[in-house]
């Protein structure tokens, strides 16, 4: 079982830069693809950054040329620069493997940490 905990988050003024971290642990050698998400106000929640095992990347249009994901070990990282206060909304930290135990994909998700952008 795969448990992630997000950190990072906090206030900003626009154009400023955050780092945001996700720890995983357990079985995560299962682990195939990891992924931000965020939710911001009266927004459904979308995919900002993905990463596969290999290192593929994969970036939302609305944040390309100004995020970075990255990833070390069991730890993905979501480098924030040039900040927006669009950008403002609960991140999440995702991933997605496969349990051999159980033979069956999965789903997991960090708590959310808060990122605010002020204008």
């Known amino acids: 079982q795969v448990q992630l905990v997000e950190s990072g988050g906090g206030l900003v003024q626009a154009g400023g830069s955050l780092r945001l971290s996700c720890a995983a642990s357990g079985s995560i050698f299962s682990i195939a693809t990891m992924a931000w998400y965020r939710q911001a106000p009266g927004k459904q929640r979308e995919l900002v950054a993905g990463i596969t095992r290999g290192g593929s990347t994969n970036y939302a249009n609305s944040v390309k040329g100004r995020f970075t994901i990255s990833r070390d070990n069991a730890k993905v990282y979501l480098q924030m620069n040039s900040l927006k206060p669009e950008d403002t909304a609960v991140y999440y930290c995702?991933?997605?493997?496969?349990?051999?135990?159980?033979?069956?994909?999965?789903?997991?998700w960090g708590q959310g940490t808060q990122v605010t952008v002020s204008s």
């Open positions: 995702n991933a997605n493997g496969w349990d051999s135990y159980s033979n069956s994909g999965y789903d997991r």
